[in-house]
């Protein structure tokens, strides 16, 4: 069965239909490395590793890129703050970046490029404007993009959001990254000097200066990429102008399509409000972790959500998050006692379990996600799954084979969920003295003594389950 996604570009769901054979390129706008990420940007990466895992997951190989901007406005201005140099200041932030993304158990792009590391690529791509006669130097030194050129060349500016020509001015110009679509404008390409930049310049045939922002995910997405490519994802917020800009800039240059479809995550709302520091409901991963939350059940939160909704992040929802991972939890922990066993767990011959569970949890996962990546409803069939798992646990219908094939099966989603399963707990040293003078009591034959041992666990949170392979410590 085919994908289907929401083509930003389209407007529409839209099936997709990679545009070559061989691997899909993707190309994820990263982290500003400026400040920790917050809970609202690991959504949209949250989102963009779903992407890549479900079309992997479909059999198709995936080029991921993910670039790192650590050139642009904010950056110079907390380099200018920090009075540390431009290298210093961002290499911190995107070390904790990568640190972060991986304990949410996203896999790591396959190219992770930096914007001061594609100078000479970003100036290239500059000269290709102006000698397409749509980019110019102005008096300030600066390179602009010229939206009158563009669209007199055929070209269509606003193609990802709605802009009304009679408002487009031109030869007004931005210069800043980040500019309302009231201010759209000729955009910068490439800033002159200027004192308040510190050391943080180049040398380049407009004199030196250093790259606008959007310019440098064209540069470095079409080198790794190649100048037309599949797929095109990043926060909503991203759409203008960053987005519409990239597309100017990439096809003003090559005369050809850029990113065949657009995909954007919704913005996230914390406590059901906009995410302020005022507010004390902004959030970075490493805030979430001091509370005692884990990557983990942030993950699972995060992708409960379908990516075009605005979603409510809670302190309450990870409560509840932990609560569905320990059901699940729990039933894989059952599978994998059962399918370690050679021999069913009643001893008898295996009945077979009726029709159902596993056969319909891959088909309806995949279809779930398959129709623009509707998550709620795979969560749906995994929980679905999960129930009648342990109707048939309950009633003894599983053999080991069969566990095994849930099992398998189960792997297989969750190299599309990430979830994994619940890392092992690991027993304090006096806890297992305590377990092992309980099972040395039982063999004893001392079962008032076994039972007080239990006690003494059960008091200090820990509870002893009786398993076929042997007894287990399990926290409370
Ligand atoms: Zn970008």
Redo the contacts with the bound molecule.
Sequence with gaps: MGLKLFNTLSRSIQDFTPSRQGRIGM?C??PTVYDFAHIGNWRTFVFGDLVRRHLEFKGHAVAHVM?V?DVEDKIIKRVRETKTSLREFTGKYEAAFFEDLKTLNCLEPHHKPRATEHIPEIISLIEKLVARRVAYQAADGSVYFSIEKYQAAGCHYGQLVKLNPDELRPGERVKSDEYAKESVADFALWKARAPEDGDVFWPSPWGEGRPG??I??SAM?MKILGPGFDLHL?GED?IFP??ED?IAQSEGATGRPFVKYWLHGAHLLVEGRKMSKSLGNFFTLRDLLAKGFTGREIRYLLLTAHYRETFNFTLEGLQGARTALARIDECLGKLCEIGSLGVPPSGGSPVTPPEGGTPNLLAAFTAALNDDLNISAAWGAVFDWVRETNRQLADNFLNPAQARAALAAWNKIDSVLGIGTSPEIESPPEIVVLLEARQAARKAKDFKRADAIRDELKAKGWAIEDTPKGPKLKKL
């Design positions: 190309y706008c990263g670039n901007t922002w959007h440098e995910c997405s990043g991203l960053h987005h990239e």
